[in-house]
């Protein structure tokens, strides 16, 4: 069994910056990718950035040049670095990653809990 648990989040005032961790834990035998989504009020649910196992890296264009997604492979974690953050940032953020466990030997998607991230002032 996977579990996906994120820290991180909150609220902070508009230009102010967050950072959020994911780490995933279980029986995991490989992560293909890793990333963030985010879900506002009345919208759907949307990718913000990933992180492939390759190296490559994804953002949605309203966040690039802000927002910065890491990994840190060793302990199976992935962190976003949000700086100058704007209002309409506010939503829930989802962590994501795509991994293969020895309990399954498929690949399967996993998701977090969700964290809350208001930008106000």
């Known amino acids: 069994q996977v579990q996906l648990v994120e820290s991180g989040g909150g609220l902070v005032q508009p230009g102010g910056s967050l950072r959020l961790s994911c780490k995933a834990s279980g029986s995991i035998f490989a992560i293909y990718s890793m990333g963030w989504y985010r879900q506002a009020p009345g919208k759907a649910r949307e990718l913000v950035a990933e992180s492939q196992s390759d190296g490559n890296t994804m953002y949605e264009d309203s966040v690039k040049g802000r927002f910065t997604i890491s990994t840190e492979d060793a302990k199976n974690m992935v962190n976003l670095q949000m700086n100058s953050l704007k209002t309409e940032d506010t939503a829930v953020y989802y962590c994501?990653?795509?991994?293969?466990?020895?309990?399954?030997?498929?690949?399967?998607?996993?998701w977090g809990q969700g964290t809350q991230v208001t930008v106000s002032s």
């Open positions: 994501n990653a795509v991994i293969m466990s020895h309990d399954t030997w498929t690949r399967s998607e996993y």
